[in-house]
T-cell receptor, first 117, second 113 residues
Framework: KAGVTQTPRYLIKTRGQQVTLSCSPI?????VSWYQQTPGQGLQFLFE???????NKGNFPGRFSGRQFSNSRSEMNVSTLELGDSALYLC????????????????FGPGTRLTVL | AQTVTQSQPEMSVQEAETVTLSCTYD???????LFWYKQPPSRQMILVIR??????QNATENRFSVNFQKAAKSFSLKISDSQLGDTAMYFC??????????FGKGTRLHILP
């Protein structure tokens, strides 16, 4: 099976702009989670979508939003970009029952590196 | 190529015991970051502890501590006085200066009552 794919891999934007990142999960996986990764903060959970519904949300401002389509592909949008939004954005997909004990194994994509100037 | 290896797919320990999760990595770089993440049944990944490679002192966060052996490229996580809430999948991760992050495959830890 093909792994989780994310596009684009690299992105450069300026403050105030808006950006949309895309994530295609592993075939058959219905859950997609988004994370922001920085050296200082580590991996921070943004939100999770399952069957087109946001099931879980982290502690990020409303400028960060997402959605999931019927084919499980997901997009993440960041509006009014700030310098602090520069980070690696990771997407992970999972399928219920793949981890046992109620823990779904997550498979991570390579990430999108966003640089805000 | 950089790799992260967690050799223990699954572990079980009794509550209150101490458990150590193993992680080794391979890199030719000298500056990098290492992380341990916890993924409980809620699925949300939580940062447990982080270590900068240039720091010789092992990181500690309450009951969690690491044994960082840079020369051996080893980064193990020790959980003291384990609690039922520690039951989760634990991921070791490596991040280089270019922000490329690599995760290990995880260790499923069960804390038994």
């Amino acid at each position: 099976k093909a792994g989780v794919t994310q596009t684009p891999r690299y992105l450069i934007k300026t403050r105030g702009q808006q950006v949309t990142l895309s994530c295609s999960p592993i075939s058959g996986h219905r859950s997609v989670s988004w994370y922001q990764q920085t050296p200082g903060q580590g991996l921070q959970f943004l939100f999770e979508y399952f069957s087109e519904t946001q099931r879980n949300k982290g502690n990020f401002p409303g400028r960060f939003s997402g959605r999931q389509f019927s084919n499980s592909r997901s997009e993440m949008n960041v509006s009014t970009l700030e310098l602090g939004d520069s980070a690696l954005y990771l997407c992970a997909s999972s399928s219920p029952g793949t981890g046992g004990a109620g823990i779904d194994t997550q498979y991570f994509g390579p990430g999108t590196r966003l640089t805000v100037l | 190529a950089q790799t992260v290896t967690q050799s223990q797919p699954e572990m079980s320990v009794q509550e209150a015991e101490t458990v150590t999760l193993s992680c080794t990595y391979d890199t030719s770089e000298s500056n990098y970051y290492l992380f341990w993440y916890k993924q409980p049944p809620s699925r949300q990944m939580i940062l447990v502890i982080r270590q900068e490679a240039y720091k010789q002192q092992n990181a500690t966060e309450n009951r969690f501590s690491v044994n960082f052996q840079k020369a051996a490229k080893s980064f193990s996580l020790k959980i003291s006085d384990s609690q039922l809430g520690d039951t989760a999948m634990y991921f070791c991760a490596f991040m280089n200066r270019d922000d490329k992050i690599i995760f290990g495959k995880g260790t499923r830890l069960h804390i038994l009552p």
